[in-house]
C-alpha cells in the first residue's frame, strides 16, 4: 500500500476510536480554520503601490524610487520592441530610433556613480539604452521617457535631436554646450546626472522636503511650495527645474506665458507607455531590503558603490 493511503487508514482507525469530546474539539478545530480562509479571503490585501494615487500628477510625487532606479525593467530585445511598436515620422533623412546605430566608446567605472560601459561599433539605440540603464543603475523605461520629452525622438527624430538627444548641457537660458553633443554622450551624461543628484541628495537645489519651485524660467510666473516626497522627484526637478501651474496641470493642451510641460509630460508618457509611474514592487509592510530607495539597494556592490 502507498504511504499516502497507509497514512489515511491508520487516521481512519483514529477517527473510529475516538471519543465524542475528540470529535467536537476536532470539528471546532476545522470550522475555525474554514473561518479563518474566508475572512482571509474577503479582507483585500494591501496593493503593490504608494497610497497616492496616480490618477492625477502630484507636484510631489512623479514618479517612486523603485520604478525610477530599476534597470531590469526592460532588457535590450524588450527596448527595441517597444521601439519598433511607436509611430516614427523622421526628418533630415536620419533613422527611426528603432533603426539607429552608433560606435560607442568604454566609460570607466566612476565609484557610486556608473558602472563601467563597454562601447562598440555599430550598438543599436535598444542596446546603448539597456546598457546604460544597467551602468548607471536607472530604469531603461526613464530613458526612454527622457528621450521623447526632451526631442521627441521616438515619435518625431531629427538630427538635431539626435545631437541633443536628452537635453543635457542645454539650459533654458544659454545655447547647448556643443561638447555633450550625440546620441550616446546625451545618454550617458543623463543617466550620470540622475546618480550625481543622488549621491548628492540635499546638497542639491531640489532635495527631498519642502522646497520652492518655479512655474516658468520667467520667475513673474510665480512659484509655489512643494513638499517633495522621494530622491526619484528631486532628480526631475534638478534636471528640468520647473513646475506645471494648476491651470496647466487641469488644461495640459491650453499653452500660455507661463506654461511649461517638462515634468508633466515625463509623467503622461510614462504612464501612458507603462503604467503608474507610482507602483512599488511590494507593499510597505515587506522588508525595506526589498524596495528600492533613494536609488540605494540594502547591500551595494563594493567594487563600484551601485
Not at 514592487?281 to 540594502?298: E, I, S
Request: charged share 15%; proline share 7%; glycine share 6%.
Amino acid at each position: 500500500m502507498p504511504e499516502r493511503d497507509r497514512e489515511s487508514a491508520r487516521l481512519g482507525g483514529w477517527v473510529l476510536r475516538a471519543s465524542t469530546g475528540d470529535i467536537v474539539i476536532v470539528a471546532s478545530a476545522v470550522l475555525a480554520v474554514l473561518a479563518f480562509l474566508i475572512l482571509a479571503a474577503v479582507v483585500p490585501r494591501p496593493a503593490a503601490q504608494t497610497t497616492t494615487s496616480d490618477a492625477t500628477f502630484h507636484a510631489g510625487l512623479i514618479i517612486s524610487d523603485a520604478a525610477f532606479y530599476d534597470p531590469d525593467t526592460m532588457t535590450a530585445r524588450q527596448v527595441q520592441r517597444f521601439l519598433e511598436t511607436k509611430k516614427c515620422t523622421p526628418s533630415d533623412g536620419v533613422p527611426c530610433l528603432a533603426d539607429y546605430r552608433q560606435d560607442t566608446q568604454d566609460e570607466p567605472m566612476q565609484y557610486a556613480h556608473c558602472a563601467a560601459y563597454h562601447g562598440g561599433k555599430g550598438q543599436r539605440a535598444s542596446a546603448i539604452i539597456a546598457a546604460v540603464a544597467q551602468a548607471c543603475r536607472v530604469s531603461p523605461k526613464v530613458l526612454l521617457v527622457l528621450l521623447q520629452k526632451e526631442q521627441s525622438l521616438l515619435t518625431h527624430p531629427s538630427a538635431y535631436g539626435y545631437q541633443r538627444a536628452t537635453g543635457y548641457g542645454c539650459p533654458d537660458t544659454a545655447a547647448c554646450d556643443a561638447d555633450y553633443f550625440g546620441f550616446f554622450n546625451q545618454l550617458y551624461n543623463a543617466a550620470w546626472q540622475f546618480r550625481e543628484y543622488t549621491v548628492g541628495g540635499s546638497s542639491w537645489r531640489y532635495h527631498v522636503g519642502k522646497v520652492s519651485i518655479l512655474y516658468h524660467p520667467n520667475a513673474e510666473c510665480g512659484s509655489s511650495v512643494v513638499n517633495i516626497r522621494n530622491q526619484a522627484t528631486a532628480n526631475l526637478y534638478n534636471y528640468t527645474p520647473y513646475q506645471p501651474t494648476p491651470e496647466t496641470v487641469r488644461h495640459p493642451d491650453v499653452m500660455t506665458d507661463c506654461s511649461t510641460f517638462g515634468n508633466l509630460n515625463f509623467w503622461r508618457l510614462y504612464k501612458e507607455w507603462f503604467g503608474s509611474p507610482l507602483t512599488v514592487p511590494f507593499p510597505v509592510q515587506h522588508d525595506g531590503c526589498l524596495n528600492l530607495r533613494d536609488g540605494a539597494r540594502c547591500f551595494p556592490d563594493p567594487r563600484t558603490g551601485l
